[in-house]
């Protein structure tokens, strides 16, 4: 190793990134040693080329991480344990991945024995916070450089000092911006920049080509997805991509999320996410016929401010691992089968098959006969039900005199 100063890089090979690079090595004097952990958005095609680009800006080293697996036992598993929807709407498909990436630079950070650390962020959105946060807990001593941020940059003036250095990458910018990941892909567009619009039909990247209806059943085990349609996988990653080849055709899964960001403005950003959304509707139609009344009010809320904290970029908190203690817990019987129909842009909850559903006939159907009780047992239930109630209301009764 040099007797430059070592830095780890995040790299995704897009200009952010790449600028990050030569001002790094030109400006800066450090040896840069570029890391991208895919999180299910890189194919092996696209890895070798971000690879050669890297090494051709002038990195040091560069090493690819394939943390899709680390990202569902640590982070996705427990979204949809929780049935967590951002807003009641968004998966948290981007805000989760960047946590477990940040998480994986950390480590390479202590196993390269870099000095610093450096991110592609902007000063405008919620990835700085969450990069900066995991690092300063995870590598205290470790300075954080974010030369986009620092340097307050224009996309022109990034283009304009890459040129300058001989850099040949494409700069057009794409209409829309795309980021692909396991757990869904977002999608920034002009539409998106204000709080009316929609996005076209072209700016989605997984087109409508399936017209018909079809139907496709979810096993769940314990809470895990481990089968579609009778197909058994060996990890639920292998079962998400599965159902997302099915669904995703279909155009299910698209909205537009409103949110607020970390750093307290509002925004929007488009987002397809088939699977996801399916996953998590499915999983939450199981629970509701497997768990009781207040095992699903307690995670309701808890699944909330899980939700919550997890896109402002607190994952290291340790309430977090308590929370995750509790919706591990709750699965314990959410095995079974849920149908679904799947139609252009919509589908439909068919019902589910489990041998732990508390709608069992053995005890009565609402609305109909029950076996469980007699109408003396609920007239008497009603009143004791309802004791403090009356005493509360008869002592304020009482009282107006």
């Known amino acids: ?8 890089l995040g790299f995704s090979g897009g200009l952010d990134t790449s600028f990050c690079v030569k001002y790094l090595t030109e400006d800066r004097g450090f040896d840069v040693h570029s890391i991208v952990v895919n ?4 194919d092996e095609e696209e890895l070798k080329k971000i690879e050669a680009h890297a090494y051709k800006l002038g990195v040091v080293s560069h090493t690819s991480v394939d943390a899709t697996k ?8 427990y979204l949809i344990f929780g049935n967590v929807l951002k807003n009641n709407t968004y998966p948290l498909s981007v805000s989760a991945e960047r946590l477990i990436q940040a998480l994986h630079i950390a480590e390479h950070v202590k196993k390269m024995g870099a000095t610093a650390v450096a991110h592609g962020s902007t000063g405008a959105g919620n990835d700085q916070v969450r990069f900066d946060m995991v690092f300063h807990i995870m590598i205290p001593d470790v300075e954080i450089i974010t030369p986009i941020r620092d340097l307050k940059l224009s996309r022109e003036a990034e283009i304009e000092y890459l040129t300058e250095r001989g850099v040949s990458m ?8 795309i980021n692909k990941g396991l757990w869904g892909t977002s999608v920034g567009g002009r539409e998106t920049l204000n709080s009316k619009g929609i996005l076209p039909e072209e700016a989605w ?12 059943v979810l096993h769940f085990e314990k809470g895990e997805l481990t089968a579609v349609n009778g197909q058994t996988y060996d990890h639920p990653v292998d079962a998400i991509y599965a159902l997302q080849a099915i669904a ?8 537009i999320h409103v949110g607020d960001t970390i750093i307290g403005i509002k925004g929007r950003v488009g987002f397809e996410a088939a699977a996801p959304i399916l996953i998590i509707k499915a999983h939450h139609a199981l629970e ?5 009344k207040w095992q699903l009010s307690w995670k309701d809320q808890l699944s909330m401010f899980y939700g919550t904290w997890l896109h402002e970029g607190q994952i290291m908190d340790p309430v977090m691992r308590d929370i995750e203690a509790l919706l591990t817990s709750s699965q314990k019987n959410v095995t079974g089968d849920v149908f679904i129909q799947l ?3 919509r589908y439909q909850m068919i019902g589910i098959q489990s041998d732990f559903d508390l709608m069992s006939k053995k005890f009565g159907s609402y609305g109909e006969m029950n076996t469980g009780w007699t109408g003396t047992d609920v007239r008497g239930f009603s009143k004791i039900f309802g004791n403090q109630t009356g005493i509360y209301h008869k002592i304020q009764e009482d009282n107006k005199n």
């Open 343 to 345: 139609n252009p842009y």
């Open 70 to 77: 680390t990202y569902y036992e640590d982070i996705i598993k």
């Open 170 to 177: 494409n700069f057009a910018k794409a209409a829309y911006s």
């Open 205 to 216: 990247p997984t087109q409508v080509t399936k017209t018909t209806t079809e139907e496709v």
């Open 1 to 8: 190793m040099s007797a430059r100063p070592q830095i780890v």
């Open 288 to 292: 509701k016929h497997v768990l009781t």
């Open 248 to 255: 995703g055709p279909y155009g299910i899964g698209r909205d």
């Open 39 to 42: 999180t299910g958005g890189f």
